[in-house]
């Protein structure tokens, strides 16, 4: 059951936002319209460029334009989450081990993230449940 009142609104703000965020780094993956620090070097310069000469890069930027896109419009909102929380677990992943310069942006996604996910009660505990066998 949903919240309502402050919490309710917090959910829609913090959701919203967190789409919002996903969608405008996704999409200047593609079109570069923000300023961009310089390459990174050692580990992080090999990672960012090994994604880069794949191609696996762009794969990444759509999947935040389109989770981004579901987290405004409110619909799959469970699946963009999840989907989502994946690609941030390796921004983290990213950010905490090779490159510290972007980690307090990464946190802040990661607490727009859960408070988003964990607004309601049993959001996610479909995925926690343990089923015996039949």
């Given amino acids: 059951m949903a919240r ?3 919490m309710g609104l917090a959910g ?3 959701r919203f936002l967190l789409g ?4 405008v780094f996704g999409l200047n993956g593609f079109f570069h319209f923000l300023p961009m620090p310089p390459p990174p070097t050692g580990v992080a310069g090999n990672y960012i460029g090994a994604l880069v000469t794949s191609g696996a890069i762009k794969v990444v930027f759509a999947t935040e334009i389109i989770g981004g896109f579901l987290l405004v419009s409110g619909f799959f909102v469970r699946m963009a989450l999840l989907v989502l929380g994946c690609l941030l677990a390796n921004i ?6 090779m490159a510290r310069n972007g980690l307090l942006m990464a946190l802040v996604f990661t607490l727009l993230w859960l408070f988003t996910s964990f607004r309601d009660e049993g959001f996610f505990g479909g995925i926690f449940m343990v089923k015996s066998p039949k």
Avoid: D, E, K, Q
């Avoid at 983290?92 to 081990?97: D, G, K, N, R």
């Fill in 4 to 6: 309502s009142g402050v």
């Fill in 12 to 14: 829609i703000v913090s």
């Fill in 20 to 23: 919002i965020l996903f969608v």
């Fill in 92 to 97: 983290l992943i990213y950010h905490f081990f």
